[in-house]
């Protein structure tokens, strides 16, 4: 059974994935909330390891964790992120660097750790789980555009050079999802939107794609957005 560790893992798109997948793969979830992972993984019965993605030194152990009781990553999702709405001089300084730390310093981290892990395997599969916003610009999302733009660029920097040693990366950019992502920052979500379920039949489709076939990137947005 192949093995899929799942950043962003306790709620939303997170939740969502492991609750599909973990009956037919083993499955890591990591997020900052121990508590939260430790009852949806007796739920599902997959592992979970408590981990902030900002913190390079949590990322290591947790991966030295991984290695250590399943030996390989055959997939990563690299889930975990925040968003942040307004004028920029309007935005702290703190939260500035909460979004850039976690979606695109701390998606680096975890890319790194798991890459280390699969170049010696000479296979695998990493999904970065980015944005539409990493492809496009709107006002008052300055910095979450910049946090998701950096990730974009890095996706496809690594996956040139991930291939020389066998692993594929791919680049997923879900329009707007109904998760308590929007909530937490205190935000509504207008308009249309997608459900989770939409975007687990996405990722989905990824994961279980032929080890020969290379999915660089791939979008979903609500019909008619």
């Known amino acids: ?23 037919d793969y083993q499955v ?27 913190d390079s030194e949590e990322v290591q152990v947790a991966f030295a ?17 925040v968003i942040v709405n307004g004028d920029l001089t309007e935005t702290p300084y703190k939260t500035i660097e909460n979004v850039m730390s976690t979606n695109a310093t701390g998606a680096i981290f ?12 000479k296979q695998g599969l990493i999904i970065n789980v980015i944005s539409t916003a990493g492809i496009t ?22 996956q040139e050079e991930a ?3 066998g692993v594929r990366v791919t680049g997923f950019y879900p329009g707007t999802t109904k998760t308590n992502l929007f909530k937490k920052a205190g935000l509504d979500i207008h308009g249309p939107a997608l459900e989770t379920s939409q975007i687990v039949k996405t990722i989905r489709f990824v994961a279980d794609a032929d080890e020969t076939v290379l999915i660089p990137e791939i979008g979903t947005k609500p019909f008619g957005q």
Request: glycine fraction near 6%; include cysteine.
């Open 1 to 23: 059974m192949k093995h899929i560790v799942i950043t962003g893992g306790g709620d939303g798109i997170g939740k969502a994935l492991a609750q599909n997948l973990s009956s």
């Open 28 to 54: 890591t979830i990591l997020a900052r909330s121990a508590d939260k992972l430790k009852e949806l993984a007796d739920e599902l019965n997959c592992d979970f390891i408590a981990c902030d993605v900002r």
């Open 65 to 81: 964790t991984i290695k250590a009781r399943h030996s390989t990553i055959d997939i990563l999702i690299n889930n975990a992120g």
């Open 110 to 121: 975890v890319a790194k750790a798991a890459l280390e892990i699969m170049k010696p395997q």
């Open 137 to 158: 610009a709107k006002a008052c999302r300055s910095v979450y555009n910049a946090s998701k733009w950096a990730l974009t660029g890095f996706t496809k920097a690594i």
């Open 163 to 165: 291939a020389a040693y």
